[in-house]
């Protein structure tokens, strides 16, 4: 789990650029129809035909974003795409390309890329994304990692931030706050270690909180299941800094109020459990964790019935006019102002 300081290291300095390059993405070839020219030119040539092309780029940063003290480097690879691959499925689009830009300090042997790109590489696989460019460089300060990731969408199929209307239903997938709550177990088992490095930590108990914030997962199954019930999402985001957060940008953008249930919202035991343990309120740390990349969503009434019981998808509450405010509603059926109290990059250490 912990860092291994004895492994063989080729030094970045006996390799040019262009030599880096080719060695990390030799194994990268074209997947998607629309990609004409990958790897090897000045720029990558596309063809989506006459459809829509979304685009989103995130900036991950050693110490603000990930602690390589317990991240493995081929985890961060594949949490790389797939935080950026969670962007496109949240326009309801199909995610198609991405280039990696990446800056490492002289600290990173050859052998580190390697592992960060197999991560990047699985991921590119699984979700049959073709790797197109990008760029490397050096770095003064431990590791840089940007994605950019490209889709495509026939554009009656997208869906804004700004759609939703009062009384469409207010959706989210899968289950909220596991990830939040891996990150306190791995910061915890850290400052263990640190007091005693002969510690092993025992983390099976904590296998799918821990999995969550390490490897977390995009949803594109839910955008494939919701063009196979025939529900076209009114507006749509993935919840990457808190469920209030994202809620309150849906609102904001739509210029609607909402009504949260919080009786509504999805636990994993796990994270009940593990609440309890460090003493937290897990409806606190559902609203306002992060990084779950779960997909929140808006439908119109009518759609009820094609998603009611199906167990990826949880009704959490519904629009509102935005006269009537953003609300959640306890379990003892008080209202309490909806706020954003998410994780913030810039403020973090």
């Known amino acids: 789990m912990f860092e291994d300081k004895n492994q063989a290291k080729t030094d970045l300095g006996e390799m040019g650029e262009f030599q880096l390059i080719n060695h990390l993405t030799k194994n990268f070839a074209p997947q998607q129809p629309t990609t004409l020219k990958g790897i090897g030119d000045d720029a990558a040539v596309l063809d989506f035909k006459g459809k829509k092309t979304v685009l989103s780029t995130d900036l991950l940063i050693e110490g603000v974003h990930f602690d390589l003290s317990y991240m493995p480097l081929k985890h961060l690879g594949y949490k790389a ?39 990047i590489a699985l991921a590119a696989k699984l979700y049959n994304v073709d790797v197109i460019g990008g760029d490397t460089t050096s770095s003064n300060k431990g590791m840089l990692l940007s994605i950019t990731a490209i889709g495509i969408a026939e554009e009656e199929e997208l869906s804004y931030r700004s759609g939703a209307k009062p009384n469409d239903l207010l959706v989210v997938s899968g289950d909220l706050g596991a990830a939040y709550m891996g990150l306190q177990v791995l910061e915890r088992e850290k400052a263990v270690f640190e007091v005693n490095p002969e510690n092993q930590p025992d983390l099976s108990e904590y296998s799918y909180i821990v999995e969550r914030q390490l490897k977390p997962e995009a949803r594109k199954d839910i955008v494939e299941l ?9 507006s ?9 957060s994202e809620i309150l940008h849906l609102c904001k953008e739509s210029k609607a109020g909402c009504k949260l249930f919080e009786d509504k919202i999805p636990l994993d035991p796990s994270v009940i459990r593990s609440c309890e343990e460090f003493q937290l309120d897990s409806t606190l740390v559902a609203l306002n964790g992060g990084e779950d990349y779960e997909l929140l969503f808006t439908v119109d009434q009518a759609d009820f019935s094609k998603i009611k019981g199906n167990p990826n998808l949880s009704v959490i509450g519904h629009m509102t006019p935005e006269e009537e405010g953003r609300y959640l509603i306890t379990r003892g059926n008080t209202q309490i102002e909806l706020q954003a109290q998410g994780w913030n990059a810039l403020k973090s250490s």
């Open 236 to 244: 749509m985001i993935d919840i990457s800094d808190g469920l209030s």
């Open 226 to 234: 919701l063009k196979k019930l025939e529900v076209r999402p009114t």
């Open 81 to 119: 795409v797939v935080v950026n691959l969670s962007d496109i499925f949240a326009m309801n689009a199909l995610a198609t390309q991405i280039t990696v830009s990446v800056a490492v300090s002289n600290r990173f042997p050859l052998e580190a890329l390697e592992e960060l790109y197999e991560g």
